[in-house]
């Protein structure tokens, strides 16, 4: 009998070492827990702030493309009218003004000037540490591309000398020519150097505005410089 009473005492005394054991570890490592500080500060659900985390983002990180990646930034846009006149003769080896027909065709298009951003590289970032300036050697813009607007095409009246009967006739490969010619006439027109240093004007302006914000986030102590490569 005796036995039996100081088997159940030593059963109950084990069940509460073991409880006892399990609150104080259990508090211990909630200590722990609470007092551990990995240097993320949460803000919000979607953003947290790195302190003292020894994290460093450069420059070119951030502003240099990745590879296949396309950016090219339209900083001046130019609108410009040209005109084709077709000429048709009744007989082609004839050149006599009452057997030939006439029509005009005028196009409106619109030339984009961008800057390449995807030919920047390393090189073209000059970081001034000590006085904490980034300059941006960027290329000169050039002419791009030539939009013609499909709704402001005109297509004029026909004229034809006395002898010359009938409507102009042409072919799918003359319609490509005559599109071809008057692109390139619109492109000589747009491509001259006084659009050229307006572009310039703006580039950097517009290569600014894009990049500044960027560089504040990195460094919010730098200054930024565009200049032309």
Known sequence: MKKLVILRVVIILLIILIIVTVVLFGEKNVKVA??????????DPDTIVLSDSGVRISFSDVILSKPK??????????????????????????????????????????GSFVVDLDELSQYNLVEDKANKILTIKVPHPYLDTI?????????????????ALGKIKMTVADYNTIEKELRNRLREKFDISANGQKADDLAKKAVYDVYYPVVQAVDSDYELVIDFQ
């Open 34 to 43: 609470s007092g551990y500080d990995d240097g993320i500060e949460e803000i």
């Open 69 to 110: 990646e396309t950016r090219k930034l339209v900083v001046f846009e130019q609108d410009g009218t040209v005109s084709y006149t077709i000429e048709d003769r009744m007989i082609d080896s004839w050149d006599w003004e009452q057997l030939k027909k006439y029509q005009t065709v005028k196009y409106e298009g619109t």
């Open 147 to 163: 939009e013609i607007d499909p709704e402001k095409v005109e297509i004029g009246s026909q004229s034809s000398g006395f002898f």
